[in-house]
């Protein structure tokens, strides 16, 4: 399945170091972000981060990143709905600055 089929990119939400979408996952119907790495000079520091992120698991928001790829030639990132950042470099570095979260726990859930 390509990337086309597999996303449906719904909104616009942010455009800085990457095009940032809402989209709709169609196998799950779930919704997700898709962030579009654009070109210049810090694209491959911002791989860098994605990719240390992936290998480390999901840190202390406990969003995750769902699938990385490329589709026309431009990398692209998808993560879980993250909440409270502007940038997917900010969201990046919180998570691994931070302590990491045990396995299958979330901060704040179950909510109270």
């Not at 940032?20 to 810090?42: F, I």
């Not at 995750?64 to 692209?76: F, K, N, Q, R, V």
Request: no cysteine; glycine share 8%; proline share 9%.
């Amino acid at each position: 399945m390509n990337f086309a089929e597999r996303y449906e990119l719904l909104d616009l939400i942010a455009e800085r170091e990457a095009r940032t979408y809402l989209a709709r996952e169609a196998s799950t119907v779930r919704m997700v972000m898709v962030h579009q790495l654009l070109p210049g000079p810090n694209r491959i520091s911002l791989l860098e981060l994605v990719l240390r992120l992936r290998m480390s698991g999901s840190g202390p928001t406990g969003a995750s990143i769902l699938d990385l790829g490329e589709h026309e030639g431009t990398p692209y990132v998808v993560t879980e709905i993250i909440h409270g950042f502007q940038t997917l470099r900010e969201w990046l570095q919180a998570e691994l600055s931070a302590p990491p979260t045990p396995a299958g726990e979330r901060p704040g859930w179950p909510p109270a």
